[in-house]
């Protein structure tokens, strides 16, 4: 372990060489914008605990069936396309080039699972009078921020599934290579990742323990 | 010189199948444990707490092994994440004390 480390540390001295991180400009520029996105995430989740904080009436309207039921089935999907499009970059590694773009199209497939399922649910609170801008349960906010976090998510997983079909089309034709699935898949774990944060902190703070 | 290049422009793919399915599982497995824990009753505070202490691995999970940072230079981990831990802090530093102030204020 340490002596791995150690050859790290010294295999990283730029020492004039033309990559310094050993990676190519798009794989920097991807970990760069991912820095900037997940700094607008950190800003959105503390606005809410803020508001959370500061509020005397907040609700805690989840019960077990269907939302939270619900939102961990939407957690496994987006942990298993994760796996999918992490053993999309390996194939695109080793070029095998239909198994690639296979897995990279059921990666888009579970994002778009993901959308339809959680669309439903935002649509079930719609007819239950929560709304972006009105609450029967208490804070009118308590709708701002769900839908506010929930929907900048849903955003960032819609613009990845029609990121990877391009990926996928463009990997199919090789007019991509391997680095370009990769980078996507960088795209890809890090919306994944930020659901690790609004699951816990949007839902599983909110379970109705009454119920 | 130029050995050196090739060295550090050639990409490499550490990691197998089986190791990628095990922290899968494994993340599947905090996901249970945080849902199991919803349901414990326990204070919010520390609720909050052990919450984000379980995203928190989950995440480091998914960003040394599916986004292949354990695997890159160190210099692209430090560009990255002590970066992003200096601008967390200054806006915890910034936001919190005054929310924590507004509860105080309430009736």
């Known amino acids: ?211 | 010189m130029s050995a050196h290049e090739t060295a550090a422009v050639e990409t490499h793919q550490p990691g197998t199948k089986k190791l990628f399915m095990w922290v899968w599982f494994w993340l599947l497995v905090l996901t249970g444990v945080e849902v199991l824990l919803a349901y414990m009753k326990l204070e919010p505070r520390l609720m909050l707490i052990l919450l984000i202490g379980l995203s928190l691995i989950k995440s480091a999970l998914i960003v040394a092994y599916f986004m292949h940072l354990r695997f890159e230079k160190i210099g692209l981990f430090l560009v990255v994440v002590p970066t992003l831990v200096f601008c967390l802090t200054m806006i915890l530093i910034f936001v919190f004390p005054d929310s924590l102030r507004i509860v105080r204020m309430h009736p």
Not at chain 1, 26 to 50: E, H, P, Q, R, V
Not at chain 1, 138 to 143: N, Y
């Open chain 1, 1 to 211: 372990m340490a002596e791995s480390d150690i050859d790290v540390l010294a295999g990283s001295s730029w020492d004039g060489g033309v990559a310094p991180f050993a990676t190519n400009t798009k794989k920097l520029g991807m970990w760069l914008f991912l820095l900037s996105d997940s700094l607008t995430f950190s800003t959105a989740i503390l606005a809410y605990a803020y508001v959370r904080l500061s509020s005397s009436n907040w609700p805690r309207p989840f019960d077990i069936s269907p939302a939270i039921v619900n939102a961990t089935f939407l957690t496994f999907i987006l942990l298993s396309s994760s796996l999918t499009m992490v053993m999309a970059v390996a194939a695109a590694h080793r070029n095998e080039i239909k198994k690639a773009v296979i897995y990279i199209l059921l990666t888009a497939l579970g994002g778009i699972a993901f959308v339809v399922l959680h669309l439903m649910e935002w649509f079930r609170l719609f007819n239950e009078g929560v709304t972006p801008w009105a609450n029967k349960w208490g804070d009118p906010l308590f709708g701002g921020t769900f839908f506010g976090l929930t929907g900048l998510h849903m955003l960032h997983v819609s613009i990845g599934v029609i990121y990877l079909c391009i990926i996928a089309l463009g990997f199919g034709r090789r007019k991509f290579n391997a680095d370009h699935v990769e980078v996507s898949g960088l795209y890809w774990h890090f919306v994944d990742l930020v659901w690790m944060f609004i699951f816990p902190m949007v839902y599983l703070m909110s379970v109705n323990l009454k119920g």
